[in-house]
Every structure is written in C-alpha cells, then in structure tokens.
C-alpha cells in the first residue's frame, strides 16, 4: 500500500505511534529515521526519545544533522557508541555484516531504553537483502513505516508536509562500511579516507551520487551517469592525482579508477544459513 496522489500518509504513522504509547526511536541520521523521530515527537512528546550511535562507519554529518534537528524540536537525544567496531565478526566484514552492526545497536538501545525500539524501515527495504531485519526480530524491533503501510516516497511526503527542509531530499546514505568489498576487513583509518575522497568530489563536482568502493583490485569511484559523462581523460586523471594522497595515508596504495554508479556494488552476496 505506498503513497497514492493525494494520499497523505501521515494519519497512518501517528495512528501506529500513538498506540504504542511510548518508543525508543533509532535514528541514523537519514531520511527515514529523522522523519520518524520528528512524527513520533509530534504524536508523543517526550514520551518519545531518540537514540543515535556515532561510529566511524557513520558520516560526522549524519551525526550533526540528527543533533541540530534534535535542538531545533526539543528531542530527548542519547548518543553513544554501540561498540560494533569491538567484534570481530563485525570487522571480518562478512555478508551479513548488517546483522552484526544492528545486533550492536538494538542492544545498546534496549540497555539505556525502557520504551519499544522502532526503525525507520520502510516498505521499500523489504524488497532487499537486509541482514539487520533479523537482529530487529531478535530484539523485538518495531517499523512504524512498515505497519503504516508507508514506502520511500510516503517517508519524503511526510518530510515534506513536516518542513524539514534539506531532510525530505536527502539521497540514500547507508553506512562507510558499504563502500568496502564483502570480506576485506573493516578499518576505521580507510573508512575515514573514504570519507574524505567522497567530501572532495562533492565539493568539486557536485554530483547526486558519489561513492568510493574499496574492492580486492583497488579503488573505484562510482559516480551517477551525467557526472561521470562530464569527466574527460585529462579531468579524471587530475583527480585521481587529488585523491591518492588521501588513499595512501589510510594504506592504500592502489591508483582511482571511475565508473558509473551501482547501488551496493561492493556488495559480494553469498547466502547465510538463518539470516534474513
């Protein structure tokens, strides 16, 4: 059931809130999460508090920006560290890293939490191979936008409806962690190098979609078809001479090659006996 012209999907979300009475929002700093955190203030009040874990898989900004949203509407915020970077099953990287990292958090959240834990899933992500699902049925994790019958593009509308500005356009963001090929193991110095290649190209070509994949053969920057299209020979090498320094100084001594952008492309899925 997702948004249909002139369907305002907002009475549904609050009608799931409201009967749940009090929740502990996780919120990642993405559409999703902050769009239900501000419903969920709005519908609870303070019986509604927020909960934000900083890593270095989570971008400092999706960090700043849950803080300054949580300022600006009153929020009861805690942020902590989940400690998912201390198990080794998590930093192997494996195919279902998700599970581990969720299984972190769910577990930190129920700790400092009296209230049911929600998500900010959404019809959407069902459709994918989303191994964090299962440490949310594990911990009894709720998804308001899920029970709401609500999809990526109700979540928008609401942002939207609610005048949470930048918020409601925000592109997909999933976690530092993405970028690096399944089984090369997760380290915080490359993640933040990743960082740092994706802030410069942002600054200097504005594309919608930048990623910097860290695979077994060296390192790939994906970007969206009309940004890569505007890249000739003489640009694409200028850059690449940019970003190494920032490669090297995290280990990676491999030269920057570019193609075109693909959701979860570092992403290598072999099934997992009893994750889902």
Known sequence: MGL???DDPT????AVLRGMRRVAVAVSGGVDSLTLA????????DAARMYHAVSPAVPPEATARTRALAAAQGWMLDVFDAGEFGDPAYRRNPVDRCFFCKTHLYAAIAARATAPIVSGTNLDDLGEYRPGLGAARDHGVRHPFVEAGIDKNGVRAIAARLDLGEIAALPA??????RIETGIAIEPPVLA???RV???LTAELRPRTVRCRVRG????VELDAATLAGLGDERRAGLGAQLAPLLHEAGLPHPVS??????GSAFLRRLVPGRA
């Not at 009475?11 to 609050?14: K, Q, Y």
């Not at 570019?258 to 959701?263: D, I, L, T, V």
């Open 198 to 200: 994706e802030t410069l």
């Open 258 to 263: 570019f193609a075109a952008y693909r959701s």
């Open 4 to 6: 249909s012209m002139g």
């Open 38 to 45: 501000a419903v969920a203030r709005g519908v609870l009040g």
């Open 217 to 220: 053969n060296g390192v790939v």
């Open 11 to 14: 009475p549904r979300l609050e």
């Open 193 to 195: 190098a990743v960082h």
């Open 173 to 178: 963001a999933p976690c530092l962690s993405s």
